[in-house]
DNA sequence: CCGGAGGTTCGAAGGTTCTCGTACCTCGTC
DNA sequence: GACGAGGTACGAGAACCTTCGAACCTCCGG
């Protein structure tokens, strides 16, 4: 696990499993948050930015499942915290899962275009 | 639902979100049984044909959470039980993600080719 | 007709998840 | 220095998941 100043300790791609991936992607919460990442430039995000309707202990948790899970790498920033995709290293393990659920996703009451 | 004879009850696939599917999928069993019916031809199977370690009634319980989840169809014929992936359906309303995880799973423990 | 294979239902135990509130920390700003 | 915004740690509650065994059902084969 790295640890960078400010970066919290996340797994290595190889220690990733399918199943905690998938149990983090079934949340809608979380999901929604990632959808938002898949489709946003890559760049590091403030985690307030997330318009998430729970309590913010409550986001502390989903932050470390998604961390834990392999999906994204965080940044303590003394008054705040950022988020980042762990992109290209997911990618390589999973080839094709984010860009599918994203797809599934986006499609979401858009039946026929 | 459909209610053909012996033809337990499943959700129209409309009605199916993403993540209850992720969820069943999340578990090691279900997804073991969902990539045997992914790469198999199609046709019905014995639910007792799979090699699964665990009691009589959890296989009861994982068959029921496959099919609610939309994944599989399931007959009672009497003295055995038979399933069938949702295939078509499944992919008009989920398009590419039981093909991703199949290439995942599949993936498993050969790296390099 | 009896046994066994295959399944379901029910209830229960043990663990995990999601949620929250409270207390506390850390900065930047006034 | 005090305040507020953003976060974490901890504890607790409710709900859910996985698992099992026991009791029961339904057929097919001998």
Redesign the interface.
């Known amino acids: 696990m790295s640890s960078m100043p400010g970066e919290l300790p996340i797994p290595e791609m190889a220690a990733v499993d399918?199943?905690?991936v998938?149990?983090a992607?079934?949340?809608?919460h979380r999901?929604a948050v990632v959808l938002e990442l898949v489709d946003g430039d890559g760049t590091e995000r403030a985690c307030s930015s997330f318009p998430l309707p729970i309590a913010k202990s409550t986001r502390t948790h989903h932050w470390r499942v998604l961390r834990e899970a392999g999906l994204v790498r965080q940044r303590d920033a003394g008054n705040g915290t950022f988020v980042r995709l762990r992109r290209d290293e997911f990618e390589a393990k999973?080839?094709?899962?984010l860009?599918?659920?994203a797809?599934?996703?986006t499609a979401r009451s858009a039946p026929v275009r």
């Open positions: 399918l199943g905690a998938l149990s992607l079934a949340d809608p999901r999973f080839p094709g899962l860009d599918v659920v797809g599934i996703s």
